[in-house]
T-cell receptor
Framework: GAGVSQSPSNKVTEKGKDVELRCDPISGHTALYWYRQRLGQGLEFLIYFQGNSAPDKSGLPSDRFSAERTGESVSTLTIQRTQQEDSAVYLC??????????????FGPGTRLTVT | AQSVTQLGSHVSVSEGALVLLRCNYSSSVPPYLFWYVQYPNQGLQLLLKYTSAATLVKGINGFEAEFKKSETSFHLTKPSAHMSDAAEYFCAVSYSGNTPLVFGKGTRLSVIA
């Protein structure tokens, strides 16, 4: 079946502009995650959705970052007034909801954001 | 706070040699542990996971990892490296249900012909 998809694959924007990044999770996956990967770094957690609610937003680096999710489907990560330090690959992952144990997170190919 | 340490940001091995990528976690309770691989310009792909069943976990592409609670380690091994194994490898930990993964900084594996 189809995996997690993200769009755009690449985005170049000028400092100060707003950007929207989109994630389409695997159908039926109720949990959705956003991570950020800066050059040469591991993945940083940004936000987690269970359905369309976000029980954990602790990783959002500033109030310029926000995210929403429609039902158990598409999610959008918005970065307002972009800064050069926002340049990174933004990865989305989805999984089934665990009632015991843990389910694998499936990752999309990422959106490479470059702020000039 | 939960953390994952991957020793060695870059490991280089000869084709056919043993691959050993190290991962240690900080925890007082047994976690769920994962190894992911990332090929250039691609997303992450799960290699294997430990979920408190067998301590020796076998994954895809001939990789395996052993959970050692006494050492808080989950090192990744492969007996014989292939050129196609060259990639970035990430160790990650989760402590319950759908909590976000905590990742190590990654280890880039180079395979020399």
């Amino acid at each position: 079946g189809a995996g997690v998809s993200q769009s755009p694959s690449n985005k170049v924007t000028e400092k100060g502009k707003d950007v929207e990044l989109r994630c389409d999770p695997i159908s039926g996956h109720t949990a959705l995650y956003w991570y950020r990967q800066r050059l040469g770094q591991g993945l940083e957690f940004l936000i987690y959705f269970q359905g369309n609610s976000a029980p954990d937003k602790s990783g959002l680096p500033s109030d310029r970052f926000s995210a929403e999710r429609t039902g158990e489907s598409v999610s959008t990560l918005t970065i307002q007034r972009t800064q050069q330090e926002d340049s990174a690959v933004y990865l989305c992952a989805s999984s089934l909801t665990a009632t015991g144990g843990v389910y694998e997170q499936y990752f999309g190919p990422g959106t490479r954001l470059t702020v000039t | 706070a939960q953390s994952v340490t991957q020793l060695g940001s870059h490991v280089s091995v000869s084709e056919g040699a043993l691959v050993l990528l190290r991962c240690n976690y900080s925890s007082s309770v047994p976690p769920y542990l994962f190894w992911y691989v990332q090929y250039p310009n691609q997303g992450l792909q799960l290699l294997l996971k430990y979920t408190s069943a067998a301590t020796l976990v076998k994954g895809i592409n001939g990789f395996e990892a052993e959970f050692k609670k006494s050492e808080t380690s989950f090192h990744l091994t492969k007996p014989s490296a292939h050129m196609s194994d060259a990639a970035e490898y990430f160790c990650a930990v989760s402590y319950s249900g759908n909590t976000p993964l905590v990742f190590g900084k990654g280890t880039r594996l180079s395979v020399i012909a």
